[in-house]
């Protein structure tokens, strides 16, 4: 078999050791897998020499051109919401472009700040126009379609509710302090430098920065997430105000959840730092394919839960002395 025509250094895609010295052995032919001597990372040669050979389609990383990246925003948003497909396709090998991933998860975000705002709008001129109907803003909004704290409510599309957000002060340091804001807040970054930081992938896995940094960027798409319930919680209203005369279905009662909901956000708050847990979780096993990937996993998930106590009991000293003071 020739030898491929290879680019200027193989390195290992996990560590970045030059591969050179291994490749120098090759005498009659190529073998079709190695082993970096660094990192002790398992490869495919043909990964090494040709890292751009395979595409991911509809991943905004690889989409090229203004459309293509479009499309790709929610179907990368697919792939982001199950950890287990996005690692099990974004590989090793694959050069992670992170500005492209940092503009991925900015792009996901105006859209559903966008989403958002449009069924907010909506929602409100509704209400206004049939102020006995079941809005999500008839309850605890001025409906005044030329108030303009209204409007800024409905688009600066803060996750708390009407009722903190017009309280303002105290309201907003219990809102900040009683959960889930600081904790996933830091939870995400407490994740990334704790897997950086630990001996198992620093001395011995050697994983690239950029992989970790990738890890860590898509991470942040919870951001966008959180905004989820909102629009789940809008389109259910106005589903119901579509089908003002065939009784909303029983079964669906349950989703018509008073916003209130939103004031105590501890579920949110679990739902998304279990899925940070299970993002790194795949990362680790699936993306940088460590050994023990379930004990690495499971130190980091004991040093994240030992910082969430800590910003849980911090956030009450800071409410404490909001209160005294
Ligand atoms: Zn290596």
């Known amino acids: 078999m020739p030898r491929p025509k290879a680019p200027a250094a193989p390195r290992c895609p996990r560590c970045g050791y030059d591969q050179s010295g291994a490749i120098a052995t090759f005498t009659e032919s190529c073998p079709t897998t190695g082993t970096c001597s660094e ?5 495919r040669w043909r990964d090494v020499f040709f890292p751009d050979r ?9 989409a090229r051109g203004f459309w293509p990246s479009l499309w790709a925003v929610p179907r990368t948003a697919w792939l982001v919401a199950r ?26 975000l105006l859209a559903t700040v966008l989403l958002r705002g449009t069924l907010g709008s909506v929602d409100f001129l509704m209400a206004s126009a049939n102020p006995s109907s079941g809005f999500v803003t008839r309850y605890w909004m001025p409906l005044d379609p030329s108030n303009l704290g209204v409007w800024e409510w409905v688009w600066a599309c803060p996750p708390f509710d ?9 309201g907003l340091v219990m809102w900040w302090t009683d ?43 919870w951001l966008s997430m959180l905004l989820l ?12 105000f ?19 909901w939103l004031f105590d956000v501890f579920p949110l708050a679990i739902a998304v730092w279990l899925w940070l847990a299970i993002w790194w979780l795949f990362a680790i096993r699936r993306g940088f394919r460590l050994q023990h990937p379930t004990a690495v996993w499971f130190a980091l998930w004991v040093i994240n839960g030992l910082a969430a106590m800590g910003i849980w009991v911090l956030a009450y000293l800071i409410q404490i002395r909001a209160v005294i003071g």
């Open 54 to 62: 395979e595409r991911i389609r509809g991943f905004f990383e690889h």
């Open 162 to 170: 009407a009722r903190t957000w017009y309280a303002g002060g105290m």
């Open 179 to 221: 959960g889930w804001v600081p904790i996933v807040l830091l939870a995400t970054p407490i994740w990334a430098l704790s897997f950086a930081l630990l001996p198992q992938t620093r001395r011995r896995a050697k994983v690239k920065a950029a992989h970790i940094a990738r890890a860590f960027i898509y991470s942040c798409a």
């Open 83 to 108: 950890p287990w497909a996005f690692w099990k396709r974004v590989q090793l090998h694959m050069k992670p472009r992170l500005g492209r991933a940092a503009v991925w998860v900015l792009a996901a």
């Open 39 to 43: 990192c002790g990372l398992h490869f």
């Open 242 to 260: 579509a089908a003002t005369n065939t009784p909303f279905p029983s079964l669906f009662e349950w989703a018509r959840y008073d916003p209130h």
């Open 229 to 240: 319930p909102w629009i789940f919680q809008y389109l259910v209203r106005l589903a119901e």
